[in-house]
């Protein structure tokens, strides 16, 4: 029983063909197109009011220079908010709870910044390591400890949106596994087990947003650090 817990974090395969790619794929055909008349209809309406007040939220602390990236971070929002939320659906695969995967999001995105931040102004990107008015005696341990601090953000990142999601679902799991033994035995006691269920599965809905949007709220704040 306690190995099977685990199994809803193994990437499904059919015909020896990874399933994480279709669901990889699949919210983006979710999303209705934008088109080309005037008025749109009630939901690219909705679509759009969100995209502009998230785009808005996130990029006024920015600089010009920032802006280039609303399309970029506003698109993985969505991404990993579409991800989290289908995870939640009985008999889906999260492949947000898989470590490689954001992984795989937060090291390319962070050592962009890191990158546009050493090319454009490299004097104030290296002054992060070093804080003004540092005695003489601390300044070779706190470059230290800044350069270590700095390369465990994408480790950060990752590990975040990882842990916050697994730990969720193994939470929902083993609620409905306890609601499902106290069923026949203890009504009562499954009937509060079910309210707590519900409880959680509306907490998780939140958790799937707001991991979301943290993520990619401590992308731009790297960012803003380095444009």
């Not at 920032?66 to 659906?89: P, R, V």
């Not at 931040?117 to 990107?125: D, F, I």
Request: proline share 7%; aromatic share 10%.
């Amino acid at each position: 029983m306690a190995l099977s817990f685990f199994d809803q974090f193994m990437s499904p395969t059919y015909f020896g063909v990874p399933l994480i790619a279709l669901a990889l794929a699949l919210p983006w055909v979710l999303y209705p197109k934008p088109t080309a008349r005037w008025l749109n209809n009630r939901l690219l309406t909705l679509q759009s009011w969100f995209i502009n007040r998230f785009a808005q939220q996130i990029f006024q602390p920015l600089s010009l220079g920032g802006h280039k990236w609303a399309a970029l971070l506003t698109s993985l929002m969505l991404f990993l908010i579409t991800l989290n939320m289908l995870g939640l659906l009985p008999y889906t695969f999260t492949p947000t709870t898989q470590l490689s995967l954001n992984m795989a999001f937060a090291v390319p995105l962070w050592l962009a910044t890191v990158i546009i931040g050493m090319r454009n102004q490299p004097t104030h990107a290296l002054g992060h390591l070093l804080p003004e008015g540092t005695p003489t005696l601390l300044i070779p341990v706190l470059i230290i400890i800044e350069t270590i601090s700095l390369f465990i953000r994408p480790l950060a990142l990752g590990v975040r949106l990882t842990a916050n999601l697994t730990a969720g679902h193994l939470l929902i799991q083993l609620i409905a596994t306890a609601a499902s033994v106290l069923l026949p035995l203890m009504p009562t006691i499954a009937l509060l087990t079910v309210t707590l269920l519900f409880l959680l599965t509306l907490l998780e809905v939140a958790v799937a947003m707001i991991q979301a949007y943290v993520f990619v709220l401590l992308l731009s704040l790297y960012l803003q650090e380095n444009v």
